[in-house]
C-alpha cells in the first residue's frame, strides 16, 4: 500500500501546482440552489450508464411495511400468517378464541409495556439509513368505516416507538387497507403533522426522548370525528424514575365529506381484510423498518393491550405470541402469560397461543438456567414438533448462560459452535447445570462471532447448519457467516458457506462494526461494515466482491488512507465522513459505487486509480478538501457533485468519463478554485457544471475530445479554460459578469449555442490555436477595458461563423453598417453575424385525436422523446425547428411533419383505415344493391315482354 499513498500524494502535488496557472479576480455572488436529478441516463455510442435510483436505495427508518408476501395464505380463513419465526413477536388478538370468533369494534385501544432491560442487534443490513441495534415496538390497529371524500375506507394505524434502548422515538404510520394495491393519495388526509409518501402511506416523525431502564411505555391509538371528519389521535406516556411525560404527538384528519358511521377499531374473526390481511390488534417487536428483521439480545417485561369498552378499559378477549400484519420481524424473543399478562424474556421465539385460544400453552413458565464452558448458539423447540430446522429456533445466551422462561412444556435443546461438538437434551422442568462441550479441531458449520483479537482467519469453509440459514419474508438473515465488534489486526481470508448457498439476495456474509487498528479482508464476498470509526489506520480489501460499506468516519493524519480496495468489485460504499486523509482509494477496482462521500479538512473523499465502470453520487468537498480524484480511469460516472471554497474534481489521463452535475460554491472574495479539472484525459462527457466565485468551472490541460454540455459560471475568472487542448465540443455555455467567460489556448474547438453576458472582458478569448469554430453564441455587453469596441479576442486563422451562420453581438458597431462584416481582432471577423440574440424560443405543440376509442393507448415520438397516453390529447414543449413525427396507435404507425414556429395545434384522425374499410364496405354494398336491382329490373322487362 505505500506505493499507492506515495503515489497520490505525488499526484495532489502536481495538480495542486497545476493550479498556479489559473488566477482569481471575481466578484461576490450568492448560488443558493442545489439542484439534484434522479435517475438520468448517460449516454454515448458505446455505452449505456444510468444514475442509481434514490441514489442508494436506503430504508427509511420511518416506513414500516405490511406483511403482503403470502396474502392468500389459509384462503379465506382467519388464522395467524406465521407459521414459524422470524415473525413480529409480542401480543395479539384476532377475535379467535377457544370457542371460535368473535368481532371488537372499539374507539381506543391501549398498550402497555413494562420494561427492565431491552437490547438488540442487528446484523448490519446496510440498506439501513440508521445505525445497528435499533429496533421497533409497532402499536398496530386497523381503523374502519373512515370516510374519504364519501367512500367508507379501512386503514392500518401504527403507533410505533423506534428504540435503542437509550433513545425512543415516537413513528406513526397509515396505510390505506381498503386498496388492493395500497394506494393512498395525497387528498386522503386533511390535515396531520406529516406526509403521504409516493403515493403509498401516511407517516410523521414525533418527539425524541431519552429514556432509562426501567421504564412503562404506553401508546393509545384513538378514533373520533373532528368538524365532521373522521380523525385518529397517536398517543403516548413513558414512565421513568416516577416521572411520567404524555402526549398525543399526531392528530390525523381525513379528508371526509359524507360521514354515515363514527370511525372505530376493529378486530374480527369472521373475515378477512379485503387485501387477505387480518383485522387484528398487535404489540409487536420488530426490525427498524422495511421489512427488517431485529435480533433481540436481552429483554426483561411484560405487555397487555385493553380496549375501550363502555367507558372502561379492558383485557383483549384472547391473545397469541405474534403478530400477523406486519412485515417487519424479530428474533429471540421468549413469552408466557399469567392473568391476561404476557412475559417476555430474551429467548426462542415459538409461536403459539397464549389466553383463550385453541392451541394454547399453560399459564406460568418453567426456567432453564444452565451455565456454558463457550459462548454457543442455542436453539430450543418443542420437543416432538417436527418440520426440522424450522421448529427449532434462536435463544440468544447471556455471558454463556442459557437461561429461559417458557410456557410448562417439554423442550429440545441444541447448542452449536465452530470446533465443538453439537450438544442435545431436553428438559421439562426447572434446571440448572453446567454443560461442557467438548473442542473437536477444524469442524466448522456455525457462524463466527466476536473472535479474539489478533487472529488471522483464512481458507475456512463452513459446512452451515441448517438453523442458521433462516430468513424473514423480507429476505433479511438471522444470521451472517462473521460477525466482528471492535476489532484489532483481524485478517480474513478465503471465508466461504459450502456451495454458497448462503448468499441470498438481501444475505450479509461478514458484518464489521468497530475497527481499532486496521484490518485486511482478501478474497472474500458478500461484505458489510456498518457504523465503524477509522482512525489513523486503514481497512484493505483484497479481492473482495458484493460488499457494503455503510455509515463511516475516517480520521487521519498527514494523507493516511481510511479504506482501500484492490482489485475488487461490486462494492457499494455509502455515508462516509473524511478529516485529514485519503478516505476511498480505489485500486484497479470495477463497479465501485459511492455515495455520500463528505470530505473535511485537508482530505480527499474518494480517489480512484485504474479502475472502471464506477459511480461516485452525491458528494461534498469543503475548504481544503477535494472531492475526487480520478486516475486512468474508464467510463466513471461523477454524478451530483459539491464543492465549498475547494476544488471540486480531478481527472487525470483517463478516457471515456462522465461528469454530471457538478456544484462550486466561493464564499471567498479573492477564491482561486475550480469545478471540473482535466488533465491529459480524453473523450470526457461534462454536463451540468454550475460554478460561483470560481477560478474556471472548467479546466482543461493537454485534454482532447471533451464534450462539455451546459456549463454556468457566475462571477468567476473563465466558465472554461482550455490550455493546449483539441476538439473539444463546448455547447450551451453561460457567463456571467466573468473576467473572460471561455479561453482557449489549443485547435479545432467548437463553441456553440452559449450566453456570454456582462464580462468584465472578453467573452471569447483564443490566445493561441487555428481552426477553432465559434458560432451561434450571444455576446451581450460584453468589452475589453482598453478596447471597448471588441467582445471577443482570436488569434489569426479562426471562424467566428459556420455553414453562414454567425453570432450575435450586442456591441454599437455591430448597428454600423460601414464595418460590416463584424471585426473581431487580427483579421478575423464574423461574416454573417446575427440580427437577433440567440435564445432558443420555444413552442407548444398539442396533438387531438380525433375518433379516438376510449381508453385506446396511442404515442407520439418526435425528438427522440415518447409520449403514450389514452387520452385525446398528447402535447409538447420544443424548440421552434422543424420536426418529424410518428403516431403510434393500435400497432400501427403513422408519420409526419411539423415546422414549429410558435404554438400550434395538430388534428389528426386515427382509426383511418378502419374508417376506409367501413367506406369501401359502402361503396360494395351499394354497387351490388345497383347490380341487383338492375338484374331484376332487365329480368322483370324481359318477361313482361314474353308474354304480352
Partial sequence: MNHIKLLSIFITVIMVSSMLIVSSDSAHNNINNNTYIKNSTLNSNSLNLKSPNKSINKIPYYEYIPNLNDLNKGGNNVSPLYNYSPA?????????NNTGAYEINTTSFAAMLNVSNISAYSPGYTDLVEEPDWLSIQFNTVMTDVDVHGKNDTFWTQNVAYTNGKTLIFIDNIWNFTASNLYMPNSTIYSGNGIVSSNEYYYSIGPEINITEPFTLKLYNNATLIDNKSAVFFNYSITENSKTVSGSYDKVIFNSSKVKYNPEFTV??????PNKLLYDVELIFGGPG???????????????????????????????????DSGETSSGISAYYSNETEYLHNGPALLYGLWNTRNEVKSGYIKLNDTLNVNAFAFAGINGTKNYPYNLSYAPLTDSNLILYLPPNSYNITLLLNNYNEYNFTFNKNSSKG????????????????????????????????????????????????????????????????????????????????INYEMDIFNSRNININSININNNSLMLFNTVNSKLNNIKITGVNDSLGIAFEFSSHIDISYVDVYDAIGILSYYSNYINEYYINSNEKSIGSYNCYSSFNVIENSTAYTGSINNILLNTNYTVIFNQTSVNTNNTYIIDS???????????????????????????DNLHIMNVTTTNFAAGVYDYKSNNISANNIISYNGIYSIYIYKSDNNYINRISG???????????????????TFEQDQSYGVD????????????????????????IQAFSSPDNYFNVNSIGNYWSNEHYYNSSVMPYYISNNVFDYHPLKEPTYIKTSKVTFIAENLNKNTAWSITIDNKTVTSTNDIISFNLPDNTYSYIITENGKNYTGNINLSGNKNVYIELHKDNLQNYINYIYLAIIISVIVILITVFTFIRSKNKYD
Wanted: aromatic share 20%; net charge negative.
Fill in 88 to 96: 413480529p413477536m409480542g401480543l395479539a388478538d384476532y377475535g379467535l
Fill in 268 to 273: 374480527n374473526g369472521y373475515k378477512k381484510l
Fill in 290 to 324: 422495511g421489512g427488517t428483521n431485529a435480533v433481540i439480545s436481552n429483554l426483561n417485561a411484560t405487555t397487555k393491550i385493553e380496549y375501550l369498552d363502555n367507558g372502561s378499559y379492558v383485557n383483549i378477549k384472547s391473545a397469541y405470541d405474534y403478530g400477523s
Fill in 435 to 514: 454443560i461442557n462441550m467438548i473442542y473437536i479441531k477444524n469442524l466448522y458449520y456455525t457462524p463466527i462471532y466476536n473472535i479474539k483479537n489478533n487472529t488471522y482467519i483464512s481458507d475456512i469453509i463452513i459446512k452451515l447448519n441448517p438453523l442458521f440459514n433462516k430468513l424473514n419474508d423480507y429476505g433479511y438473515p438471522v444470521f451472517i457467516l462473521v460477525s466482528l465488534d471492535n476489532a484489532n489486526y483481524e485478517k480474513i481470508s478465503n471465508i466461504m458457506e459450502n456451495n454458497d448457498k448462503y448468499y441470498y439476495d438481501n444475505g450479509t456474509a461478514i458484518t464489521i462494526r468497530n
Fill in 655 to 681: 478516457q471515456n468519463d462522465y461528469v454530471y452535475y457538478l456544484f462550486g460554491y466561493n464564499e471567498t472574495y479573492y477564491g482561486c478554485y475550480i469545478g471540473l479539472i482535466n488533465i491529459f484525459s
Fill in 736 to 754: 456571467y459578469k466573468n473576467g473572460i467567460s471561455i479561453f482557449i489556448y489549443g485547435d479545432y474547438n467548437t463553441v456553440f449555442n452559449s
Fill in 766 to 789: 483564443i490566445y493561441s490555436g487555428n481552426n477553432n469554430y465559434i458560432y451561434f453564441n450571444n455576446f451581450i455587453s460584453n468589452n475589453n477595458n482598453s478596447i471597448n469596441e
